[in-house]
Nanobody, 122 residues
Framework: VQLQASGGGLVQAGESLRLSCAASGRTFSSYAVGWFRQAPGKEREFVGV????????KYSDSVKGRFTISRDNAKNMVYLQMNSLEPEDTAVFFC????????????????WGQGTEVTVSS
């Protein structure tokens, strides 16, 4: 599975942004897809994950209620809708694919895309 994240950019606090993760590979629909982010000088952190079918999701407490993950297996796409963005959300965002129901640790993921940068100004 190959992944490519896109959709990052510069927004103001309170605005919204949607990231996309395009996947290739016939087994994509078998994988959970997670989003992680890494802010400057900080470790990579879990943002959220959607299971293989799109029927279940899990989010970190810091984004719960503001971010929503969805997927379209017919298009091999996963989306991260980010609303009410805050300066603290500034980071490089990565999508990753892994087996398992709703993995939350980076070591549980087998495939990673390149990051897309999100900057939220105050």
């Amino acid at each position: 599975v190959q992944l490519q994240a896109s959709g990052g950019g510069l927004v103001q606090a309170g605005e919204s942004l949607r990231l996309s993760c395009a996947a290739s590979g016939r087994t994509f629909s078998s994988y959970a897809v997670g989003w992680f982010r890494q802010a400057p000088g900080k470790e990579r952190e879990f943002v959220g994950v959607v299971n293989y079918s799109g029927g279940s999701t899990k989010y970190s407490d810091s984004v719960k209620g503001r971010f929503t993950i969805s997927r379209d297996n017919a298009k091999n796409m996963v989306y991260l809708q980010m609303n009410s963005l805050e300066p603290e959300d500034t980071a490089v965002f990565f999508c990753a694919a892994g087996l398992g129901f709703l993995p939350i640790h980076s070591y549980q993921y087998d495939f990673w895309g390149q990051g897309t940068e999100v900057t939220v100004s105050s």
